[in-house]
C-alpha cells in the first residue's frame, strides 16, 4: 500500500501523450489526407472546372448562342428521346432478371449473372461494332429488314437506341439482385400464403423494399445512357441533325475548332454527372440500408 | 443421389415469365450480337487473320493499349488505395464531397472529359503550359492516353477496397498491436493481404474498362498512326474502311481478352472465398 | 508480474466509462471482471493492455509505469472475443506472428519461431493443425488459436475479452476446465473479462464484480456469494429476493411487524431486505416470520419455485422448496430467511429487479 501512496499524486493526463494503436499519427494523417485533396483536384475536379471554363471564356452570350444553333437543340432533343427508352427497356429487363434470379434458385445463377454484367466488360466500340454486323445493310437480317420494310438500322435512330441499350444493360439489374437476394423470399412467401397473387406480391412487397435501389439503378442508367459515346458514335453514321446525340455533337463543334460550343453543351453534360452524383450520394446517405451492400458506382 | 433437377420449387409465381424474358432479352441484345463478331472472324481465312495480329500498326496499337492500360490501373491501385484508406479511416472536413466526387469518372461522359483532359494538357492549357517550356508534352502522346485512362479507372480501385476496409474489424489490427507489431507492419503485412483481393479486383477492372476505353483518349491521344493510336479507334478506321472482317478481327481479340480478365476476376474471388471464407 | 490499477479514470467524449477505479493483481493470479455489459469491465481490460489510454490514474506491471508505454511495449497477451485471427496466415504463422515481428535484436531464427509455434500448438492440443487456415477451424479451435498466439509472445499479463462468449455452452465448458489447466500449467497474471457469473465463479481465484464503472466487491467465489457488501452484488451473483423493511431498535420490520431478524448492526431506518431464495425455513404462522399469499408455483427441476405476495400485491418476493415439501399445497406460506442482509435505503440506490433474467438462469446452485 506504501507504492499506492508514492503514486498517488502521479495522475497526469495521459490520453493526450498517446495515440490509439488503430490509427496513424497526425502528421502521417494530414499528408495523407492531403495527398488525396491534391490527386483528386488534380485528376478529377480540374477537368470538370475546365468544362465550364472553357464554355464561358467568350462569355456568357456566347455560352447560350449553341443552344439556339439546330444541331444542338437536335442532338438534345435525340439524346432525350434515346434515354426515354432504353431507360425504360432496362428497367423491365432489370426487374425481371432480378426476379427471376433472386426469387429462385436454380442452377446456372451465378453464370447468368456474369453473362448479364457482360456489357460492361466489352469496349464501346466493339459494341458498336456488333451490331453493324449483325444488322448492317450488307448482312443478313440487316438487308432483309431495308429490302422489304424500307427499316434502317445501322446509322440511324434504332441503332443509337440499339447501342444505347447494349452500354447501359447490366446497371437495374446489378443494382437489384445483390439487394433482392440479401432480403430473401420469406416476406414474398408470406403474401402468396395470405392469398396474393404474384403480380400483388411484386407490387405491395417486393417493389417497396427495393424501390430505393431500383431508382438508384435508374439513375446510374440515365446518366450512362445520355453519354455514351462509343458505341453511339460508331453506330450513329453522324447525320446531323438526324442520329447525333449531344456527346457526339460535342465531339462534331470540337472537331470544327468550335471550342465554345463544344464546351457549353459538354457543360450540359457536366452538369447532368454532378446532379447524378449529387442524388447517387443523397440516396446513399439517407437510404444506405435499403441499397445493395458493397454495392456502389460502375 | 437425387435425380437431377433445374431449379428447387418454390410457391413464388412468375419464374417462367421472368426467366424466360431474362433469357430472350439476354440472347437478343448481348449474346447473339457477341457471337456474331466471333463469327465474322472466321470468314476471313487463317491467313488473313494472322496477317491483321501480326501487322505492324495493329502490334503497335495493341502494345499502346496494354502498356497505358496496365500503368494507368497500376497507378489506379497506389491512389486508389490510398483515397479508400483516407475516405473510411479519417474524418475532415468534406469527407462526403470527396467521397461523391470519386465516382464523378462514372457520371460524366467520355466525351466531356476526353476534350476538358485535351483543353487542360494541350501546349497552351493550363497544366500543358507548364510543362511546355521544358519540351514535354502530354496531350498528343502516350503521356496524355495514360492521364485519361488514370481518369475514368480511377474510381475501380476505390470502390473494390473501400467497403472490404469498412467492414475490417479493429480486433484484427487491435491483436497485431498487441503482438508487438508497429503500425505500418500490422498495415503492411495484416491489412493489405486481406485487402489483396479487393485490390486485384479493383485492379482487373480498371485495366479491363481502359483496354476498352473510346472517348476520353481519342480527343487526347491526337491519334498519330503507330505512335498514339489505340486498338478501338483501329476497329473504327477499318469500320470506315469497310473492311469489316478486319475490324471483326481486332474486336474477337480484344473481346477474348475481356473474358480472360472476367475469368480471372471471377477465380480472385472464389479463390478468396475458399481461403478466408467468413471468418 | 504483479499489476497493480490505481485510481484509473475513463472518459469518452465526456462520458464517464471508469469512475477511480483500484486494484491490486497478485503475480499469477486469475483474475475475472464480472459485470453486466456497460460497467466498464471490458473498458478496463483494454486500458490495461494499453489498447486505451487513462483520462487519469496510472497501472503498474510490477515496478514500472505501464501507462506510459504504448500497447507494442507493453508485452501483454490478449485474446479477443471474436479470435481476431489474420485469416490469410496459417496457424503456424499466426502463433508465430508475435516472435517474426520482433525488432531483429531480439528475434528468434526463424526455426526457432517454428518450433515454439509447434510446441505451443501441443499445449493447447491443437497438433497436427499448423498448415490449416484459420477458416478451416471451428469456433473453438479458433479460440485455442488465439490463446496460444498470445502466449507465444512470452507475455507480462495475459487479458482476455469474453473468452468464451461466442462459443455454444458445451465447448464453453470445455474450455474453461482446459484454460484452468493451461494457467495452472504456465502460471501467468491473467485477468478474463466475463458476463457470465458460472464461469467467473469456476475459473476465477478471485471475482472482480463492476458496476456503472465501479468496483463493487473484489473476493473469491465464496466471498461475493457469501458475503455481497453491496445491493447491486447481491442481486447481481446467484438468485436473490428483496423486500423492503424498516430497521427499528435492532430490530426488522416489515411494514408493522417485526421478521424476527435481528440486525444490531444496520442503520435505524427504512431499508432493503435481501436472501436467497433457497437459504429460508418455513415457520408456523403467528409473529417474527414472513408471510404471504402463493400467486404462482412453479417446478424447477428439484425444486419448487413459490412466488408469494407480501402485505396483499404489495411485494413479491419468491422462494425455493423441495418439489416435495408438504406446504407446497397451502394457500398461505410462512418463513423466514436463514441467511439474510439488510441493506440502507441509501446505498439501495441500485433498481436491483430490474437486472436481467440472465441472473436468475445462471445462478450457481448449492453453495
Known amino acids: 500500500m506504501s507504492d499506492a501512496i508514492l503514486h498517488a499524486g502521479n495522475t497526469i493526463d495521459h490520453e493526450r501523450d498517446f495515440r490509439s494503436p488503430v490509427t496513424e499519427s497526425l502528421a502521417v494523417r494530414a499528408v495523407l489526407i492531403s495527398l488525396t485533396f491534391v490527386l483528386l483536384a488534380l485528376f478529377l475536379v480540374l477537368p470538370l472546372v475546365s468544362v465550364f471554363a472553357e464554355a464561358l471564356r467568350m462569355g456568357f452570350g456566347q455560352y447560350l448562342a449553341t443552344f439556339s444553333n439546330a444541331d444542338a437543340r437536335a442532338a438534345i432533343w435525340l439524346t432525350l428521346l434515346v434515354a426515354a427508352i432504353a431507360v425504360p427497356c432496362n428497367l423491365v429487363f432489370g426487374v425481371a432478371a432480378a426476379w427471376a434470379i433472386a426469387k429462385y434458385r436454380f442452377r446456372g445463377r451465378a453464370f447468368l449473372i456474369s453473362l448479364i454484367d457482360l456489357p460492361f466488360s466489352v469496349s464501346p466500340v466493339v459494341a458498336g461494332l456488333v451490331y453493324i454486323l449483325l444488322l448492317g445493310s450488307n448482312s443478313v437480317i440487316g438487308g432483309f429488314l431495308l429490302e422489304n420494310f424500307n427499316v434502317r438500322i445501322i446509322f440511324a435512330v434504332p441503332g443509337v437506341v440499339l447501342a444505347t441499350i447494349f452500354v447501359t444493360f447490366p446497371f437495374i439489374a446489378r443494382e437489384l439482385i445483390p439487394l433482392m437476394q440479401e432480403q430473401g423470399t420469406s416476406e414474398e412467401e408470406a403474401s402468396i400464403s395470405l392469398g396474393a397473387n404474384g403480380w400483388q406480391t411484386f407490387w405491395y412487397v417486393t417493389l417497396p423494399n427495393v424501390k430505393w435501389a431500383l431508382l438508384y439503378g435508374v439513375l446510374l442508367c440515365n446518366a450512362r445512357a445520355m453519354g455514351e459515346f462509343g458505341a453511339v458514335s460508331v453506330l450513329s453514321g453522324k447525320l446531323r441533325g438526324e442520329t447525333v446525340t449531344m456527346p457526339l455533337q460535342v465531339e462534331l463543334f470540337y472537331n470544327e475548332y468550335a471550342a465554345v460550343a463544344a464546351f457549353s453543351l459538354a457543360s450540359v453534360l457536366a452538369g447532368l454527372a454532378l446532379v447524378t452524383l449529387v442524388i447517387k450520394s443523397w440516396l446513399e446517405w439517407r437510404y444506405a440500408d435499403q441499397l445493395a451492400s458493397g454495392v456502389r458506382g460502375h | 443421389m437425387a435425380q437431377f433437377r433445374f431449379r428447387e420449387p418454390s410457391i413464388i409465381p412468375g419464374f417462367r415469365v421472368t426467366f424466360g424474358f431474362t433469357l430472350f432479352w439476354l440472347f437478343l441484345i448481348v449474346i447473339i450480337p457477341i457471337l456474331g463478331i466471333y463469327y465474322r472472324t472466321f470468314e476471313l481465312d487463317w491467313a488473313g487473320f494472322t496477317s491483321i495480329v501480326t501487322g505492324q500498326r495493329f502490334l503497335a496499337a495493341l502494345r499502346l493499349s496494354f502498356g497505358a492500360s496496365l500503368l494507368a490501373a497500376m497507378f489506379n491501385v497506389v491512389i486508389g488505395v490510398l483515397i479508400a484508406w483516407v475516405l473510411v479511416r479519417y474524418t475532415f472536413p468534406g469527407r462526403r464531397i470527396v467521397d461523391a466526387i470519386v465516382d464523378l469518372p462514372f457520371a460524366l461522359p467520355t466525351a466531356v472529359a476526353g476534350i476538358a483532359l485535351t483543353a487542360i494538357y494541350a501546349p497552351n492549357g493550363w497544366v500543358g503550359s507548364l510543362f511546355a517550356p521544358h519540351g514535354i508534352r502530354i496531350a498528343y502522346t502516350p503521356i496524355g492516353i495514360w492521364i485519361a485512362l488514370v481518369f475514368i479507372g480511377l474510381p475501380f480501385v476505390v470502390r473494390s477496397v473501400q467497403p472490404v476496409l469498412e467492414d475490417f474489424s479493429t480486433e484484427i489490427e487491435e491483436a497485431s498491436a498487441t503482438l508487438g507489431a508497429s503500425r505500418l507492419r500490422t498495415i503492411v503485412g495484416v491489412m493489405l493481404p486481406t485487402l489483396l483481393p479487393a485490390i486485384l479486383t479493383g485492379f482487373a477492372l480498371a485495366f479491363a474498362r481502359a483496354v476498352g476505353e473510346y472517348g476520353s483518349v481519342i480527343f487526347i491521344a491526337g491519334n498519330i498512326p503507330r505512335q498514339t493510336e489505340i486498338l478501338p479507334l483501329l476497329i473504327v478506321f477499318r469500320l470506315e474502311e469497310f473492311n469489316y472482317a478486319g475490324a471483326a478481327a481486332i474486336a474477337a481479340v480484344m473481346l477474348t481478352v475481356s473474358f480472360l480478365i472476367l475469368l480471372a476476376i471471377n477465380l480472385i474471388q472464389s479463390w478468396t472465398y475458399r481461403r478466408f471464407g467468413n471468418v | ?367
Not at chain 3, 436473490?240 to 435492532?250: D, F, H, I, Q, R
Not at chain 3, 414472513?290 to 413459490?306: C, D, E, K, L, Q
Request: proline residues 6%.
Open chain 3, 1 to 367: 508480474m504483479e499489476v497493480s490499477i490505481q485510481n484509473v479514470r475513463k472518459e469518452f467524449e465526456r462520458f464517464p466509462a471508469l469512475h477511480d477505479v483500484s486494484l491490486d493483481i497478485r503475480s499469477g493470479e486469475l483474475i475475472a471482471l464480472l459485470g453486466p455489459s456497460g460497467s466498464g469491465k471490458t473498458t478496463l481490460l483494454r486500458l490495461i493492455a494499453g489498447l486505451d489510454f487513462p483520462t487519469g490514474g496510472a497501472i503498474y506491471f510490477g515496478d514500472e509505469d505501464a501507462s506510459r508505454k504504448s500497447v507494442q511495449e507493453r508485452n501483454v497477451g490478449f485474446v479477443f472475443q471474436h479470435y481476431a485471427l489474420f485469416k490469410h496466415m496459417s496457424v503456424a504463422d499466426n502463433i508465430g506472428y508475435g516472435l517474426k515481428v520482433r525488432p531483429s535484436r531480439t528475434r528468434p531464427p526463424k526455426a526457432e519461431i517454428r518450433r515454439r509455434a509447434l510446441e505451443l500448438l501441443d499445449l493447447v492440443q491443437l497438433s497436427g493443425l499448423e498448415k490449416r487456415y484459420p477458416s478451416q477451424l471451428s469456433g473453438g479451435q479458433r479460440q485455442r488459436v488465439a490463446l496460444a498466439r498470445a502466449l507465444a509472445i512470452e507475455p507480462r499479463v495475459l487479458l482476455l475479452d469474453e473468452p468464451f462468449g461466442a462459443l455454444d455452452a458445451q465447448v464453453r465448458r470445455e474450455l474453461r476446465r482446459w484454460l484452468r489447466e493451461i494457467h495452472e500449467a504456465t502460471g501467468h497474471t491473467t485477468v478474463f473479462v466475463t458476463h457470465d457469473q458460472e464461469e467467473a465463479l469456476e475459473l476465477a481465484d478471485r471475482v472482480v464484480v463492476m458496476s456503472q464503472g465501479r468496483i463493487e466487491q473484489v473476493g473469491s467465489a465464496d466471498d461475493v456469494y457469501d458475503q455481497p457488501n453491496s445491493p447491486f452484488v447481491y442481486g447481481f451473483i446467484g438468485e436473490s429476493s428483496s423486500l423492503p423493511v424498516t430497521v427499528e431498535k435492532g430490530q426488522v420490520w416489515l411494514d408493522d411487524r417485526s421478521i424476527g431478524l435481528t440486525a444490531k448492526d444496520a442503520p435505524e431506518g427504512s431499508a432493503q431486505l435481501y436472501f436467497r431464495p433457497h437459504d429460508v425455513e418455513l415457520v408456523e404462522g403467528g409473529n417474527g416470520c414472513i408471510v404471504g399469499t402463493v400467486a404462482a408455483s412453479r417446478r424447477v427441476a428439484g425444486t419448487r419455485h413459490v412466488e408469494l405476495e407480501i402485505g396483499g400485491a404489495q411485494h413479491r418476493v419468491e422462494i425455493e422448496l423441495p418439489a416435495d415439501h408438504p406446504a407446497v399445497g397451502r394457500s398461505r406460506v410462512a418463513f423466514r430467511p436463514k441467511k439474510w442482509k439488510v441493506f440502507p435505503q441509501s446505498s439501495g440506490a441500485h433498481p436491483l429487479r430490474r437486472q436481467p433474467a440472465e441472473i436468475v438462469e445462471l445462478a450457481p446452485t448449492g453453495t
